[in-house]
């Protein structure tokens, strides 16, 4: 009866620990962090930037932006980063990429970090680091990679329109949730 109770306990646990990595809730706002444009000037220029000017996310010219959290360092980072940079060519070459943008923030990375990153797995998107965990603890200390989907609203005001933790398998049904979350 002991071990027939470990099991179900360890399986109900199992369960909520998978679900809470493939789906969390979205809700309420999203903070306006600051951060520093890209020195690459086409990348700037795709956010709607000065290069290396400071910037707040709100300035972003787009109606949404999808925000990956990521770690140079998570294994599942590394191995999602083929099928992000995958997303991010469809968003820009579909009839929404002048309205939705992505962007990454690198969990506990510095800018050297964040430039390996970029490097070795040829990330198109800007990548910001985040070295100090800034951004990552107002995020509520969430796991890698985690994205985030915010509508740049009037005002400034960021508002949380969808969130996925964790790899996602399907890049054709992503895309499809992100357009339909947002609204484009």
Known sequence: MKARGRYLVGA????????????APASGAFPDFKLKAPADANQAAYLGLAPESD???????????LIEIFSMYCPYCQGAAPHVNRLYERVRGSAHGDKLKMIGIGAGNSAFEVGIFQKKFAIPMPLFPDGDYTIYDRLGDIGTPYFHLVRLGPGGSLDILFEHQ?????GDAFFKTIIEKSGL
């Open 12 to 23: 109900v646990l199992f369960l909520a620990f998978s679900l809470a990595w493939t789906q």
């Open 55 to 65: 910037f707040k996310l709100s300035d972003i010219r787009a109606k949404v932006v």
């Open 166 to 170: 964790g790899p996602y398998d399907d």
